[in-house]
C-alpha cells in the first residue's frame, strides 16, 4: 500500500505565471481534498474531489480549478499567480465509507513561491 | 460557514509535565473533531480523533475531551517528551466527509528536556 505522493516539492513562479501542482491518493482512496497552508497557519479547504466532480469548495477564487482522473489522481491549477498564493499545498485522500471512517492522509506537500 | 479558534497559539513546558490545547468552532452540525502533529517541514499527521458520540477518547499518552454544548474540544498530552515538539492542528467537520474540515491555526508545542 502507498501513501500520498505529490509533485513537484518545491516550485518557484512568477506573478501572472499558471501552475500545476499534481496528487497520487493512497491506494483505495477515491476522494482527494486540496489544502493551501500559509506559513504560521492551518490548512485551509481549497476543493474537493470525488469521482472525479468537485463534490465541495471553499473560499477561494474561481482561478483555482483541479481534476480528478480515473485512478483518482488529482491536479490543482492555479492560473494568474498572486504573491499571496506563496504556500504549502496540501492534498490529502480518504475514503469515505461513513460514520467511524473517512480518515484524512496528507501528502508532503508542494511549497510554492510566487515572486 | 465553520469558524475554528485554537489556544494557545505556542505553549512551552517542561519534559514530563501536561500540555492542554484547546479549540472551539461554530457550527453546531459539526460531529467529527480531529487532531493532527506536524513535525517541521512533514506532513500533518493524525494523531487522535473523536466523533459527537462520544465525549472523551484516550490513546496512551493523548486523550481528546468533546463538549458540544459549549462547542469546544481539548488535546491533552500527558508526560510530555522532546519528541512531542511539533505544531499540533484541531479541526472541526462532518463525520462522513473529513476532507472538508476547518482547521484550527495550529499550537506549536515545545518540550525542554
Known amino acids: 500500500e502507498t501513501g500520498v505522493t505529490q509533485s513537484p516539492t518545491h516550485l518557484i513562479k512568477t506573478r501572472g505565471q499558471q501552475v500545476t501542482l499534481r496528487c497520487s491518493s493512497q491506494?483505495?482512496?477515491?476522494?482527494v481534498s486540496w489544502y493551501q497552508q500559509a506559513l504560521g497557519q492551518g490548512p485551509q479547504f481549497i476543493f474537493q474531489y470525488y469521482r472525479e466532480e468537485e463534490n465541495g469548495r471553499g473560499n477561494f477564487p474561481p482561478r483555482f480549478s483541479g481534476l480528478q482522473f480515473p485512478n483518482y489522481s488529482s491536479e490543482l491549477n492555479v492560473n494568474a499567480l498572486e504573491l499571496d498564493d506563496s504556500a504549502l499545498y496540501l492534498c490529502?485522500?480518504?475514503?469515505?465509507?461513513?460514520?467511524?471512517?473517512?480518515?484524512?492522509?496528507f501528502g508532503a506537500g508542494s511549497r510554492l513561491t510566487v515572486l | 460557514g465553520e469558524n475554528v479558534e485554537q489556544h494557545p497559539s505556542t505553549l512551552s513546558v517542561q519534559e514530563g509535565d501536561s500540555a492542554v490545547i484547546k479549540c472551539t468552532y461554530s457550527?453546531?452540525?459539526?460531529?467529527?473533531f480531529p487532531w493532527y502533529k506536524q513535525e517541521l517541514g512533514k506532513r500533518p499527521q493524525l494523531i487522535i480523533d473523536?466523533?459527537?458520540?462520544?465525549g472523551e477518547k484516550k490513546d496512551q499518552r493523548i486523550a481528546v475531551t468533546l463538549n458540544k454544548t459549549a462547542k469546544h474540544f481539548s488535546l491533552h498530552i500527558t508526560e510530555t517528551q522532546p519528541e512531542d515538539s511539533a505544531v499540533y492542528f484541531c479541526?472541526?467537520?462532518?463525520?462522513?466527509?473529513?476532507?472538508?474540515?476547518?482547521f484550527g491555526d495550529g499550537t506549536t508545542l515545545t518540550v525542554k528536556p
Open positions: 457550527d453546531s452540525a459539526s460531529n467529527y
Open positions: 491506494s483505495g482512496h477515491n476522494t
Open positions: 490529502a485522500s480518504s475514503y469515505p465509507t461513513g460514520a467511524g471512517a473517512n480518515v484524512l492522509t
Open positions: 479541526a472541526a467537520g462532518g463525520n462522513t466527509n473529513a476532507g472538508k474540515s476547518t
Open positions: 473523536i466523533r459527537s458520540n462520544v
